[in-house]
């Protein structure tokens, strides 16, 4: 199950998502600027917690792939009107953002963390899992329910999930940190504190290669 602290940031962002969505779904069909929704990834906690909830995570050499598929984890769940969570992160991470009346992003600029691009365009935008799906399921989501799942797949009120360049993401894959960093070094730290909270939350296992790596790149955390 997810942490108390999870739940209770589940509710907290629920309750200001709906002040702020309520009047978007009444909004008209032209098309609009995007609803003024919270900016860029959520903030994971400092490197000092995030240390000790790297310690409090399970060591575990990784589960099998057997069985996996992203089906098992429904993801771009619809969040309000025509708008799924792949629309409300281009909105939340863009900078002027304008919707048609699909919901779908026709202008706006994303700047990229992972490698410092600009980007002009929404196909030029990936929305990745902080903690990859496929990595997920090899933590311990395999053990999951689907509607677990659903919720770990379209997480907006944890460092889960962050507009980035679709080369960096596909560059990532599934990989975790012992294998793929952000090639912008001074991401670093925002990039391993969000990763071990996600997993925290969640409470997913790490391994031993996994744990080390994100250590190391805690240590590049100026109040590390």
């Keep these: 199950m997810i942490t108390s602290r999870g ?13 702020v969505l309520a009047p978007a779904a009444l909004a008209s069909a ?7 929704l919270r900016r860029v990834l959520p903030e994971p906690p400092p490197a000092g917690v995030a240390r000790g909830e790297l310690g409090d995570l399970n060591v575990e050499a990784p589960h099998a792939m057997t069985g996996y598929s992203r089906a098992k984890f429904p993801h771009w769940a619809r969040q309000y009107g025509t ?3 792949r629309v409300v992160v281009l909105q939340r991470d863009g900078q002027n953002v ?12 994303w700047d990229s963390e992972y490698d410092g691009t600009t980007l ?9 899992h902080m903690v990859p799906l496929a990595a997920g ?7 999951w329910d689907t509607a677990k799942r659903k919720a770990f797949a379209s997480d907006l009120v944890n460092s889960q999930l962050i507009a980035v360049s679709a080369a960096s993401n596909r560059s990532k894959g599934d990989q975790t940190p012992d294998l793929w960093k952000p090639p912008l ?10 990763w071990i909270d996600v997993k925290h939350v969640w409470e997913l296992d790490v391994t ?10 805690l240590d590049t955390c100026p109040d590390n």
């Design 83 to 85: 708008c799924d969570t």
């Design 7 to 19: 739940w209770l940031r589940a509710a907290i962002a629920l309750a200001g998502l709906s002040a």
């Design 185 to 194: 070094h001074s991401y670093w730290c925002t990039y391993s504190r969000a």
């Design 208 to 217: 031993q290669a996994e744990k080390s790596a994100l250590g190391e790149m």
């Design 137 to 143: 399921w090899r933590a311990g989501a395999d053990q």
């Design 120 to 128: 002009t365009a929404s196909g030029q935008v990936d929305i990745d």
């Design 98 to 109: 304008v919707q048609d009346d699909q919901c779908r992003a026709v202008q706006g600029t």
């Design 30 to 36: 032209a098309a609009a600027p995007a609803p003024a």
